[in-house]
């Protein structure tokens, strides 16, 4: 596949010292981590500092690329490239605020796009939601043709530069003495971070130091970052978790146009059970099927067992369609135990000079595919931070600013998984509310298009939640419920 918008990341024009854009831009940014998360963060640092450097430990530049024929393969740094993943309209919005025509240059060069609950199938207890046109439009692009798409538009800029396979083992504090009080319960006062210690992967070279104004940590729900900071004295932030024992099985399959009766893929959501799964069309004339499991109940990876799976879900339209389809490879595993969010924005001082994006910020549970929109919001709100105050106490402003989309995605994740009684975690009103109400309007969908829309446009991060619980939206859900009563 050839990624679209190559040369100069568009839109990285000037501006004054209070956008940080301009000819007289200073400063140096590193991004550890190639990942969507550090891609968009070196786009909106290249806007407001002089140079941004990003290093990983896989040379994606040699990676072979995604082409029209599905050759290609996932970065070794995406534990989860083999596997379905979807790019929600809130996301596929702000990249094309970031990167003009991303969408349209992408589909020209083979991924499929469609209508969100047109060209595909949602499903809910195993009923389809009613497939109503939604202003929505769903990306198709397997995780590989996505990454190159936006490396090649990102990696153009003339002030980001790409130091591949070096791999991040520490950060640096600049040498301002602590105040002198000295030490406060054994945290240092005073300093920052002033670069990181890289290494490279092969060979006896020692680490070296490299000077930043700016590092940002993108290097996923791995990072050590937490390790790092406490190593140098700073407070560190208290991690939140919701455990799920999630587990992925995934396979190819060569696509038909009259697969699914032309229809571009099917999501059969897990709740209220444990089992779910989705099948969507990609570039090169594929499928992904991704199988999923929750709680143990997990997908197995002969063959046999992956189409017994398939055929135990609540809707039959996956199973119906491997059993017709010519397989590529065989079903590979993916495991996810937790979601995890770090707290950087409840610091009363987070550490100067120091950022995490993404799931080295918020990892979540990739059944509700928020990962790489969430992202891109917060690479919004980070683009934000830095047109108001620059470089300028931006630790603090950023992690606050972000809190705001990161606690909206997290909310409607941990709800759901709060519904399964085995998921540990807090359930206070909110939360025992919402797991009341949200089955009955999802259960409304199948024959509701206002609620289906609605439903689906707060899904993909575009509408708030709010939008269910308006006068009218209640007075639909309990019409809904109270004609089925009547059936029954």
Sequence with gaps: MTAPGGGSVPGAGGGTAGGGAGPGRRGHAVVLGASVAGLLAA????????????????????TATPTATGTGGARGG?????????????????????????????AADGVPTAETLVGTRWYFDGARVTPVPTGLTSVLASRPALEAALRAATLGHDRIRWLPELRAVG???????????????????????????????????????????????ATGRGSRAVEWLTDLGFDVPRAETVGVDLAYASRTYRRRPTDLGGDLGVII???PGTRGGGAVAQEGDRWIVTLAGMLGDHPPVDAPGYERFAASLPAPDIHRLIQGAEPLDDPVRYRFRASRRLRYDLLRSPAAGFVAIGDALCTLNPLYAQ??????????????????????????????????????????????????????????????????????????TRSDPVLARNLIRVVNLVDPPTILLTPAALLRTARHALTRHGQS
């Excluded at 786009?43 to 040699?62: C, F, K, N, S, Y």
């Excluded at 941990?414 to 009955?440: K, M, Q």
């Design 171 to 217: 950060l640096v504090r600049d040498a301002e003495p602590a105040a002198r009080d000295g030490a406060v319960r054994g945290r240092a006062v005073g300093g920052r971070v002033a670069g990181v210690r890289v290494e490279p992967l092969a060979g006896d070279t020692p680490a070296r130091a490299l000077e930043a104004d700016l590092v940002v940590d």
């Design 269 to 271: 959501s897990t709740l």
């Design 371 to 444: 990962g790489m929109t969430v992202a891109a919001q917060q690479a919004l709100e980070l683009r934000g931070c830095l047109r108001s105050g620059g470089l300028d106490n931006l630790a603090a402003r950023y992690f606050a600013a972000a809190a705001q989309p990161t606690s909206r995605a997290w909310s409607i994740a941990t709800d759901s998984d709060l519904r399964y009684r085995e998921v540990e975690g807090r359930r206070g009103p909110r939360t025992r509310i919402t797991n009341a109400y949200i089955p009955r309007v999802q259960a409304a």
């Design 78 to 106: 995406a534990a989860q490239g083999r596997h379905l993943h979807a790019l929600m309209e809130r996301g596929r919005q702000i990249l094309d605020e970031l990167y003009p025509d991303f969408t349209a240059k992408i």
């Design 43 to 62: 786009r909106v640092l290249a806007e407001h500092v002089g140079q941004v450097t990003i290093i990983d430990r896989d040379d994606v530049t040699a």
